[in-house]
Nanobody, 120 residues
Framework: VQLQASGGGLVQPGGSLRLSCAASGNIFSINDMGWYRHTPGKQRDLVARINSGGATNYADSVKGRFTVSRDNANNMVYLQMNSLKPEDTAVYYC???????????????WGQGTKVTVSS
């Protein structure tokens, strides 16, 4: 199973970006999908996650600005980021809990990270 994240870049404060993450490979089902971010000197923190039923969970720092969504048919998860702030600058990672067969447990897989820089 591979996760491929894309959509990062440089944006001015107040701007928007949309991150995408595609899961591929031997996939029977996907439970939670989510986005985390990492800045130097800090741990990787949860940004947002969404379960297979569409229930979402957000970090307090992004509530009202970021929206996580998913396309179950295509094994995709998205992060729409609006009203971006310099403190949102980080490398963003997607992850997914994936079951490859009916008898497997869910394993957690990570994408490679996509860098978001918010600066004027």
């Amino acid at each position: 199973v591979q996760l491929q994240a894309s959509g990062g870049g440089l944006v001015q404060p107040g701007g928007s970006l949309r991150l995408s993450c595609a899961a591929s490979g031997n996939i029977f089902s996907i439970n939670d999908m989510g986005w985390y971010r990492h800045t130097p000197g800090k741990q990787r923190d949860l940004v947002a996650r969404i379960n297979s039923g569409g229930a979402t969970n957000y970090a307090d720092s992004v509530k009202g600005r970021f929206t996580v969504s998913r396309d179950n048919a295509n094994n995709m998860v998205y992060l729409q980021m609006n009203s971006l702030k310099p403190e949102d600058t980080a490398v963003y990672y997607c992850n997914a809990a994936v079951k490859s067969t009916t008898r497997d447990p869910y394993y957690i897989y990570w994408g490679q990270g996509t860098k978001v820089t918010v600066s004027s």
